[in-house]
Nanobody, 114 residues
């Protein structure tokens, strides 16, 4: 079973930036894309960005032009560069396949607040 470890979250002011990292215990990117998800308090977990083995990317409308998903060359890491952060981006961020196939990691908390 693949283990996923997310990191890089923190407290940032509106307009700030963060870079999240996801490290997998083995090579990922088999058939399904990898994605970054987020879950805000009281809301369902949502997919915000995904990337295929060939580096084809997709974003939900609310993060387009602000977030950038990328992957490492060894295909066991995924990154999410988040710019122009807004308070509504506050959530716990997770990585997983799209659709999710692995056990969820602990996530990394992102808080956008002044």
């Amino acid at each position: 079973q693949v283990q996923l470890v997310e990191s890089g979250g923190g407290l940032v002011q509106p307009g700030g930036s963060l870079r999240l990292s996801c490290a997998a215990s083995r090579t990922i990117f088999s058939i399904n894309p990898m994605g970054w998800y987020r879950q805000a308090p009281g809301k369902q977990r949502e997919l915000v960005a995904s990337i295929t083995r060939e580096r084809v990317t997709n974003y939900t409308d609310s993060v387009k032009d602000r977030f950038t998903i990328s992957r490492g060359n060894l295909m066991n890491t995924v990154y999410l560069q988040m710019n122009s952060l807004k308070p509504e981006d506050t959530a716990v961020y997770y990585c997983n396949e799209d659709p999710p196939q692995f056990r969820w990691g602990q996530g990394t908390q992102v808080t956008v607040s002044s």
